[in-house]
């Protein structure tokens, strides 16, 4: 679904082009709480090399820091670091005044709206939009995530949908418009609860969503690291994946017969304590008699 670009409009992001100048690449410092934090290496190339054809096409976004005339590069990390690569000494710029959280907020609303994010990260900063846009922490956020699924589908008392959390974290995802809070609660927190070693791996693009998935399902954990591995070097096809998950996979028991649940049953109740219990005595002489009864019909 094609993306737009609400909330880069509510901020006013783009550049305005008679504001724009150069600025030296060594005067931009990074922001500490940066909210990308993996880019795809082909990709930067890719950037790089239009860049040393082209130039930057797209001013970086800055604010001015209280530091002999240095800037804090707000968005643009990817230009930035291409810029860097392909050996630019002078970098366009638009200079805006921010705030730490306008800023920070501004930096995730840049990353949501490219398209390459990977499924991870896009995840974790619309985590840290939500908590700065509503001034609480990611883990409450993502209770509050929770309830308004579970009143949704009618688990919950009433009073969660009506509160003015959930109103505004409606109103943000609207915003964002490419992914409804629905759809976000039901296919992308899942993806936090991953094995660790699998997050990792779709955080930083290594393997596709679906793969990862399938692979999450096998409980053993050294075979599914070893899976893992073999996926991403081998570029396995999720067929492929699915057919090695049947190999490794315990057969299914056979289910016991009803002689065999007799037999047990039986060798359980010699060790129980229930020959002590005086109630539980009587249930058992009423089960025994009807087991002679059915005895006796034969």
């Given at each position: 679904m094609a993306r737009r670009n609400s909330l880069k409009d509510d901020w006013k992001f783009d550049a305005d082009l008679s504001n724009v100048h150069e600025i030296s690449i060594d005067s931009i410092i990074l922001p500490s709480n940066q909210p990308r934090r993996y880019f795809d290496l082909q990709k930067l190339?890719?950037?790089?090399?239009?860049?040393?054809?082209?130039g930057i096409l797209?001013?970086?976004?800055?604010?001015?820091v209280e530091k002999n005339g240095q800037y804090e590069l707000v968005a643009g990390e990817r230009r930035y670091r291409a810029a860097k690569e392909a050996g630019l000494t002078l970098v366009p710029v638009t200079v805006r005044e921010l705030t730490d959280d306008e800023a920070?907020?501004?930096a995730l609303v840049e990353n949501l709206q490219r398209e390459d994010l990977n499924p991870v990260e896009e995840t974790e900063g619309i985590l840290q939009l939500l908590s700065l846009k509503l001034k609480i922490d990611v883990a409450e956020v993502t209770s509050l995530l929770y309830r308004m699924r579970n009143e949704v589908i009618g688990n919950t008392n009433q009073?969660?949908?009506?509160?003015?959390?959930?109103?505004?974290?409606?109103?943000?995802?609207?915003?964002?418009?490419?992914?409804?809070?629905?759809?976000?609660v039901t296919t992308r927190l899942t993806l936090l609860n991953l094995p660790s070693e699998i997050l990792e791996a779709l955080r930083i693009g290594r393997i596709a969503y679906t793969k990862a998935q399938a692979i999450a399902r096998l409980k053993d954990e050294d075979k599914r690291k070893e899976l893992?591995?073999?996926?991403?070097?081998?570029?396995?096809?999720l067929a492929q994946i699915r057919?090695?998950?049947?190999?490794?996979?315990?057969?299914?028991?056979?289910?016991?017969?009803?002689?065999?649940?007799?037999?047990?049953?039986?060798?359980?109740?010699?060790?129980?304590?229930?020959?002590?219990?005086p109630k539980k005595q009587k249930r058992l002489e009423k089960l025994l008699i009807q087991m002679?009864?059915?005895?006796?019909e034969d």
């Amino acid at each position: 679904m094609a993306r737009r670009n609400s909330l880069k409009d509510d901020w006013k992001f783009d550049a305005d082009l008679s504001n724009v100048h150069e600025i030296s690449i060594d005067s931009i410092i990074l922001p500490s709480n940066q909210p990308r934090r993996y880019f795809d290496l082909q990709k930067l190339q890719q950037l790089k090399e239009s860049i040393s054809r082209h130039g930057i096409l797209e001013p970086l976004l800055v604010r001015p820091v209280e530091k002999n005339g240095q800037y804090e590069l707000v968005a643009g990390e990817r230009r930035y670091r291409a810029a860097k690569e392909a050996g630019l000494t002078l970098v366009p710029v638009t200079v805006r005044e921010l705030t730490d959280d306008e800023a920070v907020q501004l930096a995730l609303v840049e990353n949501l709206q490219r398209e390459d994010l990977n499924p991870v990260e896009e995840t974790e900063g619309i985590l840290q939009l939500l908590s700065l846009k509503l001034k609480i922490d990611v883990a409450e956020v993502t209770s509050l995530l929770y309830r308004m699924r579970n009143e949704v589908i009618g688990n919950t008392n009433q009073n969660v949908l009506i509160s003015s959390e959930a109103l505004r974290i409606q109103a943000i995802f609207n915003d964002l418009a490419f992914i409804a809070w629905e759809s976000f609660v039901t296919t992308r927190l899942t993806l936090l609860n991953l094995p660790s070693e699998i997050l990792e791996a779709l955080r930083i693009g290594r393997i596709a969503y679906t793969k990862a998935q399938a692979i999450a399902r096998l409980k053993d954990e050294d075979k599914r690291k070893e899976l893992l591995e073999e996926a991403i070097t081998q570029n396995l096809s999720l067929a492929q994946i699915r057919e090695r998950l049947k190999a490794v996979r315990p057969p299914k028991e056979e289910p016991q017969t009803l002689k065999q649940k007799m037999q047990d049953i039986t060798h359980r109740f010699q060790k129980a304590k229930a020959w002590d219990d005086p109630k539980k005595q009587k249930r058992l002489e009423k089960l025994l008699i009807q087991m002679e009864t059915i005895l006796a019909e034969d």
